[in-house]
């Protein structure tokens, strides 16, 4: 049994993302205890040498959440991966504890957000959507875009130019001499917060604008144009060579035997091919030499077209076939592969193909969600080993641009990406791994050129929004995390009759926008006074954050 505790924050589930969240609330300080009952040796052992408290039993049963102090808790993390069993215990958690701040993982956003009015202080997030935005922007060589939605605005985190009008606050200076540096002064170059362009898309994001839904018939027609034309074999060319041959023949036939002239004589043997009648020529009237051969004509073209049509029947049904189940060879060039369709993979590829970016996708699972809605939309999905070089062959990786490889095993991940490799030295790898410190090893000794977890992008959202209920996003900054937050100054806090140079040396961070009245102001500059009742949006450090709700908090 646990000791009894009181304003500790209680996490549910001890996989890699609950794992990283126990670690990033520990870095804030706070006390924190684990429910879990199938968790890893490793796991339990890295949690109790962080100084959480364990507690081992089903994180839905009333009396594992009483043992774990859960009616004194402050907040309750939810990071399993079970959507029914994250809600069962979210419901047991809020009867004990109704004042209990609940962080609830479930990968349906829409959903969620119906949830969140179902309890009384509840946040939902998903730890794809989190993590997916990383893959993408890495996808497109722009390791450092990211969008975020804050006091009513689409910001951008993006490089950018001091005297950018759109520019908000700078972020970071990224070099390989000096690293990263926080919240340097304005120069050229930086890492800044923007707001959004007005096309509401940075323009050097845009790639190919996304397939019409209308051109899906048009696709499909030339799909079987091109099998009809190129089949899996020859017969289809030598029965159309045999099929003109004998046509030329048969009009030589008539321009010599008969009075018919070149046009005549092409009609008539069209006629009696196709429809099995002997044209023009009156059969009373042909000598017997004319008969027999117009009979041997009609023979012969109905043998020939049955073939024909069969073989055209056959190269269309194979295409139908080949796309039903993926195995179609891709065409595009410059496109984006992305391996494995599970909760990452999916929101991948979604992403790409709103913002026109070419992209193709396999997956070894046949009965895996979402594939109905991406093919409605044109997206070519190929069931089969993501391993195998033959996959990456059919899917082009000779002239892709880039493969982000998303299933959920390490192994199969790495293997995957040196199979790319070999098929193509220049594709761009971007790679998911389970275990953040493996994933920076790799792309070091591999070079890849980024290896992602998504424990390690979502982990500390989910710590964050902990401890903080306004956080819009986190960003991160290998191997640093900023928190994009919002909190009100109260009256009699520190904050109250600061300006906003004097608040931002006291936290390691940046004041992005002061609400005063219902006015905002972004980018404030620093002689601005805050009084009572502003409402603020900082970008912060993990403990940056922290100090900055202590100052502006009574």
Request: aromatic share 6%; with cysteine.
């Amino acid at each position: 049994m646990t000791e009894q505790r009181k304003g500790h924050i209680v996490v549910c589930g001890l996989d890699g993302l609950g794992l990283r969240t126990v670690e990033e609330l520990r870095k804030l300080g706070e006390e924190v205890v684990v429910i879990a009952s199938d968790a890893s040796e490793g796991f339990v052992e890295r949690a109790l040498a962080m100084g959480a408290g364990f507690q081992r039993g089903n994180y839905r049963d009333e009396a594992v959440l009483r043992a774990a102090c859960i009616d004194e808790a402050r907040s309750l993390v939810i990071t399993a991966g079970d959507d029914v069993g994250n809600i069962h215990a979210a419901l047991a958690a809020q009867e004990i504890n109704p004042r209990l701040r609940i962080i609830l993982r479930i990968f349906n956003q829409d959903f969620g957000r119906r949830l969140e009015a179902l309890f009384h202080n509840c946040e939902v997030l998903s730890s794809s959507a989190i993590a997916a935005p990383a893959f993408v922007s890495a996808a497109l060589l722009q390791s450092w875009e990211q969008e975020i939605s804050l006091g009513g605005k689409t910001l951008r985190v993006r490089n950018a130019q001091k005297d950018d009008p759109l520019a908000i606050t700078p972020l970071a200076r990224v070099s390989p001499e000096h690293g990263v540096q926080l919240f340097p002064a304005r120069d050229d170059g930086l890492l800044y917060l923007t707001e959004a362009r007005p096309e509401g898309r940075n323009s050097s994001a845009r790639m190919k604008a996304a397939p019409r839904k209308g051109n899906g018939r048009a696709r499909e027609v030339l799909s079987y144009l091109r099998a009809v034309t190129t089949g899996s074999d020859n017969r289809l060319g030598y029965t159309l060579l045999f099929l003109l041959a004998l046509g030329v023949f048969s009009m030589l036939i008539f321009l010599i035997a008969t009075n018919f002239d070149l046009v005549d004589a092409f009609y008539n043997t069209t006629a009696i091919v196709i429809s099995g009648g002997l044209g023009d020529i009156n059969p009373a009237d042909a000598p017997l030499g004319l008969k027999l051969f117009g009979t041997l004509l009609m023979i012969m073209g109905a043998t020939i077209l049955t073939v024909f049509y069969a073989l055209v029947t056959d190269a269309i049904v194979s295409v139908r076939l080949d796309k039903a189940l993926g195995r179609s060879g891709v065409q595009m060039r410059d496109h984006v592969i992305v391996c494995g369709l599970g909760t990452i993979g999916y929101r991948v590829v979604t992403q790409l193909h709103q913002l026109g970016v070419p992209v193709v996708a396999a997956e070894k699972n046949e009965n895996i969600r979402g594939i109905s809605e991406m093919r409605r939309d044109g997206i070519h999905v190929m069931f089969a080993d993501t391993r195998s070089p033959e996959t990456l062959q059919v899917l082009n990786a000779a002239q892709a641009k880039c493969v982000v490889i998303s299933t959920d095993d390490d192994a199969a991940n790495l293997e995957t990406a040196l199979n790319a490799r070999a098929l193509n030295p220049k594709i761009r790898v971007v790679l998911r791994l389970f275990d953040a410190d493996l994933a920076s090893r790799v792309e070091r000794a591999f070079n890849i050129h980024t290896s992602r977890s998504v424990s390690a992008l979502a982990g500390p959202r989910f710590a964050a929004s902990a401890v903080a209920q306004r956080v819009a996003a986190t960003i991160p900054i290998n191997p640093r995390v900023l928190i994009v937050a919002q909190t009100a100054i109260e009256q009699g806090s520190q904050a109250e009759g600061k300006t906003v140079a004097q608040l931002e040396a006291a936290f390691e961070g940046r004041v992005v926008m002061v609400e005063h009245n219902g006015s905002q102001t972004w980018g404030p500059s620093p002689g601005i006074l805050l009084g009572a009742n502003d409402d603020l949006a900082i970008v912060a450090t993990r403990l940056g954050l922290v100090a900055a709700l202590e100052i502006t908090r009574a």
